[in-house]
């Protein structure tokens, strides 16, 4: 199977070689894979916190969207490198753990939120931002992001947990 | 008692063996409760000190963000410490010979001692001396990320 046949190339890759085999750059990738949370998912939290109203209430919605967004994205950014990275060091490995797919089909997932509430919400958030309490559908989507999230991290806890038995 | 003897007391304790006994489960509920309080309190840290070093929510008042994020910080650090208690007291000694689990705690007690003296001077007006805002953040960034990064060499030197 193709994936397979990928996954065992960037496992003995040079990079994915090196990284498995290197006593400070492996722990340093994970390092900053997991700090970097406090940027992605942790400001994320924040904002879905005030999307269903229960965090923040008196700041507009808008003003945390988008003086938070930069650091969402750019904690973002480390994460996807980092989680790339991780991947080739010990991809042979992780593609048979299905919490690995998991944790894939649910970052997916959260980007469908993300994307629906950006096209239906986001749009025309001079509707809602300074509601305490925002419209049902946004909250939905703040619950929704929260889950989401959450599953992802536990998710991908559970990775190395689940690699070394 | 020796440090070595306290910990060597700790980690044959009854309670030790309570912990060790439970459901291989519970070991990564207590990792997943770690993460989460690590999540919380390091979000909530970056949260204002981003708007002290005025790159973020400038908009907003200090006060108001250091008072949402306040029960935040502790809940935080609460659920860091239970959790960190029942992963550390089964496995004790093998804390005691990993010089990061001393880092980690010297920078735990610095970050504290930031917490609860410059971080609260720097967050207690809207309007705090700009040198005050910007070394609070630099230093409570610095330590906090730190107290991370020594608890992620200590897994990996185990």
């Not at chain 1, 305490?132 to 947990?161: D, K």
């Given at each position: 199977?193709?994936?397979?046949?990928?996954?065992?190339?960037?496992?003995?890759?040079?990079?994915?070689?090196?990284?498995?085999?290197?006593?400070?750059?492996?722990?340093?990738?994970?390092?900053?894979h997991?700090?970097s949370?406090?940027?992605?998912?942790?400001?994320?939290?924040?904002t879905?916190?005030?999307?269903?109203?229960?965090?923040?209430?008196?700041?507009?919605?808008?003003?945390?969207?988008?003086?938070?967004?930069?650091?969402?994205?750019?904690g973002?950014?480390?994460?996807?490198?980092?989680?790339?990275?991780?991947?080739?060091?010990?991809?042979a490995?992780?593609?048979?753990?299905?919490?690995?797919?998991l944790?894939?089909?649910?970052?997916?997932?959260?980007?469908?939120?993300v994307?629906?509430?950006?096209?239906?919400?986001?749009?025309?958030?001079?509707?809602?931002?300074?509601?305490?309490?925002?419209?049902?559908?946004?909250?939905?989507?703040?619950?929704?992001?929260?889950?989401?999230?959450?599953f992802?991290?536990?998710?991908?806890?559970?990775i190395?947990?689940?690699?070394?038995? | 008692?020796?440090?070595?003897?306290?910990?060597?007391?700790?980690?044959?304790?009854?309670?030790?063996?309570?912990?060790?006994?439970l459901?291989?489960l519970?070991?990564?509920?207590?990792?997943?409760?770690?993460?989460?309080?690590?999540?919380?309190l390091?979000?909530?840290?970056?949260?204002?000190?981003?708007?002290?070093?005025?790159?973020g929510?400038?908009?907003?008042?200090?006060t108001?963000?250091?008072?949402?994020?306040?029960?935040?910080?502790?809940?935080?650090?609460?659920?860091?410490?239970v959790?960190?208690?029942?992963?550390?007291?089964?496995?004790?000694?093998?804390?005691?010979?990993?010089?990061?689990?001393?880092?980690?705690?010297?920078?735990?007690?610095?970050?504290?001692?930031?917490?609860?003296?410059?971080?609260?001077?720097?967050?207690?007006?809207?309007?705090?001396?700009p040198?005050?805002?910007?070394?609070?953040?630099?230093?409570?960034?610095?330590?906090?990320?730190?107290?991370?990064?020594?608890?992620?060499?200590?897994?990996?030197?185990?």
């Amino acid at each position: 199977m193709a994936i397979l046949q990928f996954a065992q190339w960037a496992n003995d890759s040079e990079l994915g070689t090196y990284i498995r085999e290197s006593l400070f750059a492996y722990p340093a990738i994970e390092g900053l894979h997991l700090l970097s949370l406090a940027f992605s998912v942790g400001l994320i939290v924040f904002t879905d916190l005030r999307l269903v109203g229960l965090f923040l209430k008196e700041v507009p919605a808008s003003d945390l969207l988008k003086q938070l967004r930069p650091w969402v994205l750019g904690g973002f950014a480390v994460q996807l490198f980092t989680g790339v990275l991780l991947f080739f060091a010990s991809a042979a490995t992780v593609v048979t753990l299905p919490v690995f797919w998991l944790k894939l089909l649910v970052i997916f997932l959260a980007g469908v939120n993300v994307l629906w509430f950006e096209l239906k919400w986001v749009r025309r958030v001079g509707d809602w931002t300074d509601q305490l309490v925002p419209p049902g559908g946004v909250r939905f989507a703040g619950w929704a992001s929260l889950a989401f999230w959450s599953f992802v991290v536990i998710s991908g806890r559970l990775i190395p947990y689940l690699s070394y038995k | 008692m020796s440090a070595q003897g306290l910990f060597d007391a700790i980690q044959h304790s009854a309670l030790s063996d309570a912990i060790s006994k439970l459901d291989h489960l519970f070991g990564a509920v207590a990792q997943l409760g770690h993460i989460t309080g690590l999540v919380l309190l390091l979000s909530s840290i970056v949260l204002v000190n981003l708007r002290l070093l005025g790159w973020g929510l400038t908009s907003q008042p200090i006060t108001r963000l250091a008072t949402s994020t306040n029960k935040l910080i502790w809940s935080g650090l609460a659920l860091l410490a239970v959790s960190g208690l029942f992963i550390f007291i089964p496995a004790a000694l093998i804390y005691y010979v990993n010089p990061f689990f001393w880092y980690k705690a010297e920078l735990i007690v610095f970050a504290l001692i930031v917490q609860l003296t410059l971080f609260r001077w720097a967050t207690r007006t809207d309007e705090p001396r700009p040198l005050l805002a910007k070394g609070t953040a630099v230093v409570s960034l610095a330590l906090w990320f730190g107290v991370g990064a020594a608890a992620r060499v200590i897994g990996f030197l185990n």
